[in-house]
Protein backbone atom coordinates (compact mmCIF):
# COMPACT_ATOMS: atom_id res chain seq x y z
CA UNK A 1 0.00 0.00 0.00
CA UNK A 2 2.66 2.19 1.01
CA UNK A 3 4.60 1.85 -2.23
CA UNK A 4 1.28 2.32 -4.15
CA UNK A 5 0.74 5.90 -2.45
CA UNK A 6 4.50 6.98 -3.48
CA UNK A 7 3.83 6.10 -6.90
CA UNK A 8 0.59 7.48 -7.18
CA UNK A 9 2.72 10.73 -5.45
CA UNK A 10 5.50 10.30 -7.83
CA UNK A 11 3.21 10.57 -10.69
CA UNK A 12 1.35 13.22 -9.92
CA UNK A 13 4.30 15.39 -9.09
CA UNK A 14 5.93 14.49 -12.58
CA UNK A 15 2.17 15.27 -14.14
CA UNK A 16 2.29 18.91 -12.57
CA UNK A 17 6.07 19.38 -13.74
CA UNK A 18 5.06 18.85 -17.20
CA UNK A 19 1.83 20.91 -16.95
CA UNK A 20 4.11 23.62 -15.98
CA UNK A 21 7.07 23.54 -18.82
CA UNK A 22 5.87 26.25 -21.47
CA UNK A 23 5.17 24.84 -24.97
CA UNK A 24 8.12 25.96 -27.04
CA UNK A 25 5.64 25.75 -30.16
CA UNK A 26 6.32 23.69 -33.63
CA UNK A 27 10.07 23.68 -34.64
CA UNK A 28 10.63 25.59 -37.98
CA UNK A 29 11.93 23.34 -41.09
CA UNK A 30 13.92 24.75 -43.80
CA UNK A 31 11.53 24.18 -46.69
CA UNK A 32 12.49 24.87 -50.64
CA UNK A 33 8.90 26.53 -51.89
CA UNK A 34 8.09 26.74 -56.26
CA UNK A 35 10.43 25.06 -58.75
CA UNK A 36 11.15 20.70 -57.78
CA UNK A 37 13.54 20.47 -60.08
CA UNK A 38 11.86 17.24 -60.91
CA UNK A 39 12.45 15.51 -64.18
CA UNK A 40 9.47 13.40 -65.21
CA UNK A 41 9.01 10.51 -68.45
CA UNK A 42 4.83 10.16 -67.50
CA UNK A 43 2.40 12.48 -67.05
CA UNK A 44 1.12 14.57 -64.80
CA UNK A 45 4.34 15.64 -63.75
CA UNK A 46 4.60 18.48 -60.84
CA UNK A 47 6.66 21.16 -61.68
CA UNK A 48 6.32 23.58 -58.48
CA UNK A 49 5.64 22.81 -54.75
CA UNK A 50 6.98 22.68 -51.32
CA UNK A 51 9.75 20.12 -50.51
CA UNK A 52 12.17 19.58 -47.00
CA UNK A 53 15.66 21.37 -47.42
CA UNK A 54 18.56 19.66 -45.47
CA UNK A 55 20.95 22.38 -44.02
CA UNK A 56 23.26 21.52 -46.30
CA UNK A 57 21.33 22.79 -48.71
CA UNK A 58 20.25 19.40 -50.35
CA UNK A 59 16.31 19.22 -51.91
CA UNK A 60 14.70 16.50 -49.81
CA UNK A 61 12.05 14.33 -50.08
CA UNK A 62 8.81 13.65 -50.49
CA UNK A 63 7.48 16.71 -52.05
CA UNK A 64 4.89 17.74 -49.59
CA UNK A 65 2.73 20.03 -51.59
CA UNK A 66 2.56 19.91 -55.89
CA UNK A 67 0.34 22.04 -57.10
CA UNK A 68 1.54 24.09 -60.28
CA UNK A 69 -1.06 26.65 -59.65
CA UNK A 70 -1.36 27.99 -56.30
CA UNK A 71 0.02 27.33 -53.06
CA UNK A 72 -1.29 26.08 -49.86
CA UNK A 73 -3.25 28.23 -47.60
CA UNK A 74 -0.19 30.64 -45.79
CA UNK A 75 0.16 31.80 -42.24
CA UNK A 76 2.91 34.47 -41.47
CA UNK A 77 4.31 38.00 -42.01
CA UNK A 78 1.52 39.54 -45.00
CA UNK A 79 5.61 40.89 -46.53
CA UNK A 80 6.96 37.08 -46.67
CA UNK A 81 3.54 35.62 -48.32
CA UNK A 82 3.51 38.06 -50.67
CA UNK A 83 7.00 37.41 -51.68
CA UNK A 84 6.22 33.97 -51.97
CA UNK A 85 2.87 34.52 -53.89
CA UNK A 86 4.74 36.60 -56.59
CA UNK A 87 7.70 34.06 -56.88
CA UNK A 88 5.43 30.88 -57.15
CA UNK A 89 4.93 29.38 -60.61
CA UNK A 90 7.28 31.54 -62.18
CA UNK A 91 10.10 28.85 -62.14
CA UNK A 92 11.94 30.46 -59.08
CA UNK A 93 12.47 28.36 -55.64
CA UNK A 94 12.93 30.14 -52.21
CA UNK A 95 14.16 28.82 -49.27
CA UNK A 96 11.80 29.53 -46.38
CA UNK A 97 11.42 28.47 -42.96
CA UNK A 98 8.24 27.54 -41.47
CA UNK A 99 6.16 24.59 -40.65
CA UNK A 100 2.91 22.85 -41.53
CA UNK A 101 -0.03 23.26 -39.32
CA UNK A 102 -2.64 20.71 -40.67
CA UNK A 103 -3.04 21.79 -44.50
CA UNK A 104 -1.44 25.86 -43.54
CA UNK A 105 1.69 26.41 -44.43
CA UNK A 106 3.31 28.96 -41.43
CA UNK A 107 5.85 30.86 -42.60
CA UNK A 108 8.37 32.16 -40.37
CA UNK A 109 11.12 33.93 -43.19
CA UNK A 110 12.27 33.58 -46.38
CA UNK A 111 15.79 32.96 -46.20
CA UNK A 112 17.14 33.20 -49.65
CA UNK A 113 16.94 30.70 -53.00
CA UNK A 114 16.97 27.16 -53.85
Do not use: N
Not at 11 to 18: D, H, I, P, S, T
Not at 37 to 42: A, E, L, Q
Not at 71 to 89: D, F, I, S
Request: with cysteine.
Amino acid sequence: MRLLVLSLGAVLACGAALAQTPDKGPTETLWGVGELGIDCYTLPCPQTGIFPVAPDGTRGMPVVWADDVALPPLRGPETEMETLRAAYGTGACLLVEGHFDGPVFAVARITGTC
